[in-house]
Nanobody, 115 residues
């Protein structure tokens, strides 16, 4: 069992930056692949990117070159650094932990990009 708590969301102007954090507890964090997703009301949850146990990452084309995922296994933390934010990045952002078919989710944090 893994508990995930996201933080760091808020209101930011277009072109700005924001860093989201996800604190994990309850199990051996280093065993899990981690990911960030986002969801706009009425739409399906969208995968932003993932980071494996060994730190290799992959990103959706929509955020590639702007967003960076990192993890600190010693602190049980995963981060999402978001740069050059656009209004279309506005969404609720979710942290995900995955081990085989098992998935855990955080409660989400709102990111709003607006002037």
């Amino acid at each position: 069992q893994v508990q995930l708590v996201e933080s760091g969301g808020g209101l930011v102007q277009p072109g700005g930056s924001l860093r989201l954090s996800c604190a994990a507890s309850g199990s051996i964090f280093s065993l899990y692949g981690m990911g960030w997703y986002r969801q706009v009301p009425g739409n399906q949850r969208e995968l932003i990117g993932t980071i494996s146990r060994d730190g290799s990452s992959n990103y959706a084309d929509s955020v590639k070159g702007r967003f960076t995922i990192s993890r600190d296994n010693a602190k049980n933390m995963v981060y999402l650094q978001m740069n050059s934010l656009k209004p279309e990045d506005t969404a609720v952002y979710y942290c995900n932990a995955r081990l085989g078919p098992i998935n855990f989710w955080g409660q989400g944090t709102q990111v709003t990009v607006s002037a």
